[in-house]
């Protein structure tokens, strides 16, 4: 179990997916993906979805994520932020809001 006061440093974001790319240096299967994030701006992500997603279909689709993550390194790209899913025996399905939101709302 966490406290509380871990979870809120946290910072969730919802953000709209601008780019989507095969990541062919990636060990398992990804994409990389750049997100604009509003005022924060435009973040990249390596995402291991592409047994569930195509490119063409994640451009313009909104996503949560975790904007103040840090650096992971993957290859020779570095992934700024990280997307939330869940997972299902296809793999991971984005968590996604249900209704449009502006680029950069927090998550409460």
Avoid at 16 to 30: S, V, Y
Avoid at 67 to 91: H, M, P, Y
């Amino acid at each position: 179990m966490i406290d509380y006061s871990t979870f809120e440093k946290l910072d969730l974001r919802v953000g709209t997916i601008l780019i989507a790319k095969d990541f062919p240096k990636a060990k398992k299967p990804a994409y990389q993906l750049e997100i604009d994030f509003g005022p924060i701006g435009i973040l990249k992500s390596s995402a291991q979805i592409t047994n569930r997603y195509s490119p063409k279909e994640l451009i313009g689709k909104q996503i949560i994520a975790i904007v103040n993550i840090g650096i992971r390194k993957i290859a020779d790209f570095e992934s700024q932020c990280l997307i939330l899913g869940a997972t299902d025996d296809r793999g991971v399905i984005l968590l996604t809001p249900e209704i449009k939101i502006p680029n950069g709302k927090q998550v409460l």
